[in-house]
């Protein structure tokens, strides 16, 4: 069993910054990839990045690429997600979970494959 808890949500305005944070319980985050996801007011949960277990492999939804950044530390159970240049599209409740995975360097963006969610973190960018 794996608990998961964001933080770092809030208000920003349109160009600025956020980075939330995911802690994980227990002591088999590594075995893990830990992915982002969002789901903004009235639309479906969409998937935002993903990272692998050694950290060494990242992807991204596409059109967030460039302005997201998402990153892990073992040691501290801990999944981050910079996300800089935000603008109102990116209004949402951010989401992150873990999938199991058999490789170090496995990644997914498929939902069906997390099997541990986060109660999700509120992120409002105003114009």
């Known amino acids: 069993q794996v608990q998961l808890v964001e933080s770092g949500g809030g208000l920003v305005q349109a160009g600025g910054s956020l980075r939330l944070s995911c802690s994980a319980s227990?002591?088999?985050?590594?075995?893990?990839?830990m992915g982002w996801f969002r789901q903004p007011p009235g639309k479906e949960r969409e998937f935002v990045a993903v990272?692998?277990?050694?950290?060494?492999?990242?992807y991204y939804l596409g059109s967030l690429k460039g302005r997201f950044t998402i990153s892990r530390d073992n040691a501290k159970n801990t999944v981050y997600l910079q996300m800089n240049s935000l603008n109102p599209e990116d209004t949402a409740v951010y989401y992150c979970?873990?999938?199991?995975?058999?490789?170090?360097?496995?990644?997914?963006?498929?939902?069906?494959?997390?099997?541990?969610w986060g109660q999700g973190t509120q992120v409002t960018v105003s114009s």
């Open positions: 990272i692998s277990r050694s950290g060494a492999r990242t």
């Open positions: 227990g002591r088999t985050f590594s075995s893990y990839a």
């Open positions: 979970a873990a999938a199991p995975t058999l490789t170090l360097d496995s990644i997914t963006a498929n939902t069906d494959e997390y099997a541990y």
